[in-house]
Nanobody, 127 residues
Framework: QVQLVESGGGLAQAGDSLRVSCTAS????????MGWFRQAPGKEREVVAGISRSGRAQYYGDSVRGRFAISRDNAKNTVYLQMNRLKPEDTAVYYC????????????????????WGQGTQVSVSS
């Protein structure tokens, strides 16, 4: 079955950079759109970024656009989220998500559209 494992979270200071990774197994990775979401205590889960099967289509949430970058390495079954110029409001558990798609340019932007989720990795940003 599909398994997603996030890594790379940790404690950072405002302005720092972190890269979190999500490695997938139990799937043909290149057939899946991938996404990153985050959830802070008391807040709803929100989209951070999404990427299509091929990587040619990407989406970013308004709060991270221009600071974060999603990428994928299909040979390594891994999707990355490069987080730059971190802010305290970026503090959250970051989740990796996957969903099978048919077309290269399909991507999903809401949690409900994803079937498979990782356990999450904590990112904490202090000021």
């Amino acid at each position: 079955q599909v398994q997603l494992v996030e890594s790379g979270g940790g404690l950072a200071q405002a302005g720092d950079s972190l890269r979190v990774s999500c490695t997938a197994s139990g799937l043909t990775f290149s057939n899946y759109a991938m996404g990153w979401f985050r959830q802070a205590p008391g807040k709803e889960r929100e989209v951070v970024a999404g990427i299509s099967r091929s990587g040619r289509a990407q989406y970013y949430g308004d709060s991270v656009r221009g600071r974060f970058a999603i990428s994928r390495d299909n040979a390594k079954n891994t999707v990355y989220l490069q987080m730059n110029r971190l802010k305290p409001e970026d503090t959250a558990v970051y989740y990796c998500a996957a969903d099978a798609t048919v077309y290269d340019f399909t991507l999903y932007t809401t949690p409900a559209e994803y079937d498979d989720w990782g356990q999450g990795t904590q990112v904490s940003v202090s000021s």
